[in-house]
């Protein structure tokens, strides 16, 4: 037995697309925090009294929640084309892989400027949709509640198995060393030879390594059952998620995890992520002021890979010594402010672009390679 498609018309999500938005203004601001992965042992030559506080604020809300809301939607926005082809009667198996490769290739081109991409990992991970979309809902939910447990962590927890980290600092230390010193050149290269090496072992060693995989399929899911629109008994479940999300948080947020931190961590930073969803769900189909403040920063997540590439590309230039140097300039509490403008330059030329287009342009592009005629093997069905 295999899923197949309801037959529903999948209209725009437009919550999705203010989530979106708040994802990718998320990560450019946690970005900004990190000074764009430059962690300097160098002196701070500009700093506040209230960095520490405000850097772990920052790290609270957004730290592995946001690329995780990011994953979420892009589960969700592989079933919205997998669905409307499928109402076609068309199989978009081949097609996906196609789309996944260009997404790769994107993921090239970012990597030059900001070691930390996630597109390439996201390309690798979104293949292994492919298969799980076939499945019924029922064996769905057993892989998402498998995933979202850390059975890896698990597992080394339970068996006293160490994971060997070495490698990961390894590069890490080498890698900042460039940001510090080197030339945009002798970055870009060193970005490309060891940036998806870095960040796969980064995504073991941070616990998001089946998070991620968990929260693709978990959107794709919550796209099954179109819990993103405001049908049927949704803010009901909705509500569910946030009530029992809040209190898995403020139980959490009190206990010591101690030498259970490797595995609960990332538990803890999932429920922070599905309390965040669930709010912002249930109060945008609750409340038109919500709506009209939130609305704008749909605009923002429309362009989210635009907007995604163009924060690697202005922040890498600001905080790496081959530009302004900022990552031994400023402290915690200006970096926000600097990844705020960010954010703020990059909403007016969405608003400057949606003017006169209907897509950002990456996006466009990526949709128009996606359908160009391509080989029978790809295409499927």
């Given at each position: 037995m295999t899923y197949t498609t309801r037959n529903l018309p999948n209209t725009r999500i437009h919550v999705a697309d203010a989530l979106r938005g708040i994802a990718v203004a998320g990560i450019i601001l946690y970005h900004s925090v990190e000074h764009f992965d430059i962690f300097t042992k160098d002196p701070i030559l500009h700093t506040l009294s209230?960095?520490?506080?405000?850097?772990?604020?920052?790290?609270?809300?957004?730290?592995?929640?946001m690329y995780g809301v990011f994953a979420m939607l892009?589960?969700?926005?592989?079933?919205?084309?997998?669905?409307?082809?499928?109402?076609?009667?068309?199989?978009?198996?081949?097609?996906?892989?196609?789309?996944?490769?260009?997404?790769?290739?994107?993921?090239?081109?970012?990597v030059a400027f900001y070691d930390g991409d996630i597109l390439m990992l996201y390309a690798v991970y979104g293949l292994l949709l492919i298969p799980i979309s076939y499945l019924p809902s029922k064996a769905v939910w057993c892989i998402i509640?498998?995933?979202?447990?850390?059975?890896?962590?698990?597992?080394?927890?339970?068996?006293?198995?160490?994971i060997d980290h070495s490698r990961l600092f390894e590069i890490y230390n080498h890698t900042i060393a460039l940001h510090e010193d080197g030339t945009f050149w002798?970055?870009?290269?060193?970005?490309?030879?060891?940036?998806?090496?870095?960040?796969?072992?980064?995504?073991?060693?941070?616990?998001?390594?089946?998070?991620l995989l968990c929260l693709?399929?978990?959107?794709?899911?919550?796209?099954?059952?179109?819990?993103?629109?405001?049908?049927?008994?949704?803010?009901?479940?909705?509500?569910l998620v946030l009530l029992t999300s809040s209190v898995a948080v403020i139980v959490m947020s009190l206990v010591n995890f101690g030498e259970l931190s490797m595995w609960l961590s990332p538990v803890y930073n999932l429920f922070i992520l599905l309390m965040t969803v669930s709010a912002v769900v249930s109060a945008w189909y609750a409340f038109t002021a919500v709506r009209r403040v939130l609305r704008p920063l749909g605009i923002f997540g429309r362009m989210s890979l635009t907007n995604y590439l163009l924060q690697s590309v202005i922040g890498s230039f600001i905080f790496c010594g081959y530009g302004l140097a900022y990552y031994y300039k400023?402290?915690?509490?200006?970096?926000?402010?600097?990844?705020?403008?960010?954010?703020?330059?990059?909403?007016?030329?969405?608003?400057?672009?949606?003017?006169?287009?209907?897509?950002?342009?990456?996006?466009?592009?990526?949709?128009?390679?996606?359908?160009?005629s391509l080989p029978a093997v790809f295409r499927g069905g």
């Open positions: 209230c960095d520490q506080t405000v850097g772990e604020v920052m790290a609270w809300l957004l730290s592995g929640k892009f589960g969700l926005s592989f079933f919205i084309m997998n669905d409307n082809q499928q109402q076609k009667h068309r199989s978009f198996s081949g097609r996906f892989a196609w789309r996944m490769c260009l997404l790769f290739c994107f993921g090239l081109i970012n509640a498998l995933l979202a447990i850390q059975p890896v962590e698990l597992f080394c927890l339970l068996t006293g198995t160490a002798e970055n870009a290269a060193n970005n490309l030879r060891y940036g998806f090496e870095l960040n796969l072992r980064f995504n073991v060693f941070s616990g998001r390594l089946t998070q693709f399929i978990l959107g794709m899911q919550l796209g099954r059952h179109r819990l993103f629109y405001d049908e049927g008994r949704n803010l009901h479940i909705w509500h400023v402290g915690t509490t200006y970096a926000v402010l600097i990844g705020l403008a960010m954010v703020i330059v990059q909403y007016a030329f969405c608003r400057y672009w949606f003017r006169n287009h209907q897509r950002g342009p990456l996006e466009g592009l990526w949709k128009r390679l996606t359908w160009i």
